[in-house]
């Protein structure tokens, strides 16, 4: 393997941790890597063209008084492949508050589970803006956006060098989980705030101009994670667990679960401002795979949460209390799938699947399209890491399972297809582990037909990586100067 360091930044948490999300699995990095020529077990496929890229929470800093997992810096990681070869680089999202506390040496905004202190961004105007939530590929450019709405970073998808902040976010930022429809170079992404409006959609189009931007209403501030859209529409949410609205004016933000409240799903045209509202049975969704339109309705898939807020006794510890809003069995996590029709107003719903699973990727070429194959991830029970994968086929209501050997714990898995490929499985899955028994890590490859039959290639990355979970796939055909 031929690697090189490229950066090394200030990293001032103790020697001595023991905060379950700074170490074991989750212990971060701070050296940012580039490599080539890499070890591989196994062939890459010479079709596999692109780059897979990972976001994570990365802390370089301890926090004010209470860590919470969401609060580490964003570090992105990308390997590419080509020519049956593949290479390597990670670099922190250099945004404004992390440049900050590296020239004060210290943390300077309180975290997400710490009463509000400095100024901040987000839907809330209090957190630091860690960028470390989610990554997609658009217009050449990886763009690395955070959960609490930020300002959106750019870097090169192969290099990931540094490109500034999007000039087409607004003033209240984006949330993570912008969409991208391939088809039409477009990306779709929302705001949320605790200040009217509380929602805000909007479209970027392929040249990274802001061409539609409406305001959304809600009968309050609201927490949304995630969106999802058609050829024609999109599709916001409106959830029954939400900050108690009586203690947000004390600058409390204690999300509750309202069961009495139904769960409601917004359509609205991609370049609307009118939304048709249905109603379904209460939960809260993390994240959504997919929607399209089937005749006069429009069919949503997403992981449906049993239980949003799992108890936890009047001695559990902070770790405990935190832990059960991360943990896909303590929120009994599953596929689901919504009908919603836009003649009548009807909803109707059925579970897809009872295995417990979440983060759930599919064939890109297939967004805002029908889709058959859904690839998730399965969770460690009551911690936030994931020990492998399932290939959920909802037409024929099977599943292939590949379950990693213990200690092994895997990202988001995203969907490659194969240069030339044609069927919606007809490519690869590209995931990292985290290998606490080698320490060390790897980037596995699958043949995405076959998930249950293990990796057909992997490769060995310069250092064992934290833990993470959000991804993308960008073919090579989609980034400036590939083959060049």
């Known amino acids: 393997m031929d690697i090189e360091i490229v950066g090394r930044l200030l990293s001032t948490l103790p020697e001595d941790d ?17 490599a080539t020529d890499m070890v591989v077990e196994g062939d890459i496929p010479e079709d596999l063209d692109g780059v897979y890229l990972r976001n994570t929470e990365n802390p370089l800093h301890p926090a004010m008084k209470r860590y919470h997992p969401f609060d580490g810096d964003g570090m992105l990681h990308a390997i590419g492949f080509r020519d049956g070869q593949a290479f390597y680089s990670n670099k922190f999202v250099r945004t404004d508050a992390m440049l900050a506390e590296q020239q004060a040496g210290g943390p300077l905004w309180a975290g997400l589970a710490e009463r509000p202190g400095r100024r901040g961004w987000g ?55 912008p969409k991208l429809d391939e088809h039409t170079g477009e990306l779709m992404f929302f705001n949320y705030s605790v200040e009217e409006p509380f929602l805000n959609y909007g479209v970027v189009d392929e040249t990274d101009t802001l061409v539609h931007y409406v305001p959304v209403e809600l009968p309050g501030p609201r927490i949304p994670h995630d969106m999802a859209f058609t050829e024609n529409y999109a599709i916001l949410n409106d959830c029954p667990l939400f900050w108690e609205p009586d203690l947000i004016p004390r600058g409390v933000y204690a999300p ?34 997919n929607a399209y339109e089937d005749g006069d309705e429009i ?58 699973t979440e983060f759930g990727m599919i064939n890109g070429l297939h967004g805002g399209r029908r889709h058959r194959y859904t690839y998730a991830a399965t969770g460690v029970p009551g911690k936030f890491q994931f020990n492998g994968l399932v290939k959920h086929d909802v037409d024929a209501g099977t599943e292939q399972a590949f379950m990693l050997p213990d200690g092994v714990y895997c990202s988001e898995t995203a969907m490659a297809p194969r240069v030339g490929s044609t069927g919606e499985d007809d490519g690869y899955l590209v995931t990292f582990t985290i290998d606490m028994p080698q ?16 990796p057909v290639a992997r490769v060995t990355l310069p250092e064992r990586i934290s833990s993470g979970t959000h991804s993308t796939w960008a073919p090579g055909s989609a980034l400036a100067g590939w083959r060049g």
């Open 256 to 289: 509750t679960f309202r069961r009495d409240l139904p769960t409601r799903l917004g359509v609205i045209g991609r370049r609307g401002d009118t939304v048709q509202w249905f109603e379904a049975d209460p939960t809260y969704v993390l994240h959504w795979v």
């Open 299 to 356: 069919v949503l898939d997403g992981f449906f949460q049993d239980d949003p807020m799992p108890a936890v006794g009047p001695d559990a510890t902070y770790y405990e209390r935190i832990s059960r809003f991360l943990s896909l069995d303590g929120m009994q996590t599953h596929l689901h799938r919504w009908r919603l029709n836009l003649v009548t107003g009807a909803v109707k719903e059925e579970r897809l699947s009872d295995t417990i």
């Open 123 to 177: 839907a809330r105007h209090q957190l630091k803006d860690a960028s470390s939530t989610d990554v997609v590929v658009h217009n050449g450019f990886a763009l690395s956006t955070h959960f609490e709405c930020g300002e959106g970073y750019r870097m090169d998808p192969v290099t990931l060098d540094p490109h500034g902040k999007a000039p087409w976010v607004p003033e209240r930022g984006t949330s993570a989980h």
């Open 439 to 454: 320490n060390r890590s790897q980037a596995l490859v699958f043949d995405a037909a076959n998930v249950a039959d293990g």
């Open 18 to 34: 023991d905060h379950p999300y700074r170490t074991g699995p989750w212990h971060p990095q701070n050296t940012e890597w580039r």
